[in-house]
């Protein structure tokens, strides 16, 4: 039900923009958020957004990263901006069963496939 797209290689200090296309009617009552997991670390939140639009982010992305989501269209993006080599990861959307921020990972029900994001330095 949710398809990422847009990831792919990029220098640092680059810019890309990631895309998550939602099937069904929960997107828009529910959170969306953006996970990211590199080799050998586990998966970690770099930012989530309520269905009313309230966001948060890992501290490492803030002021960097831009979460946004268009409920109409059933589409989450995720503009990353300033990249550095330590973003690189493969990043996946998920949708969760509940709407109010902060969420744990374990109550995003819904996942993406993943979008490789590498950035050379």
């Known amino acids: 039900q949710l398809q990422a797209s847009g990831g792919g290689l990029v220098q640092a200090g680059g810019s890309l923009r990631l895309s998550c296309a939602a099937s069904?009617?929960?997107?828009?009552?529910?959170?969306m958020g953006w996970y990211r997991q590199a080799p050998g670390k586990q998966r970690e939140l770099v930012a989530a957004?309520?269905?009313?639009?309230?966001?948060n982010y890992a501290d490492s992305v803030k002021g960097r990263f831009t979460i946004s989501r268009d409920n109409a269209k059933n589409t989450m993006l995720l503009q990353m901006n300033s990249l550095k080599s330590e973003d690189t990861a493969v990043y996946y959307c998920?949708?969760?069963?509940?709407?109010?921020?902060?969420?744990?990972?374990?109550?995003?029900?819904?996942w993406g496939q993943g979008t490789q994001v590498t950035v050379s330095s």
């Open positions: 069904g009617s929960i997107f828009s009552i529910n959170a």
């Open positions: 998920a949708s969760s069963e509940l709407d109010n921020l902060p969420i744990s990972m374990s109550r995003y029900v819904y």
């Open positions: 957004i309520a269905s009313g639009g309230s966001t």
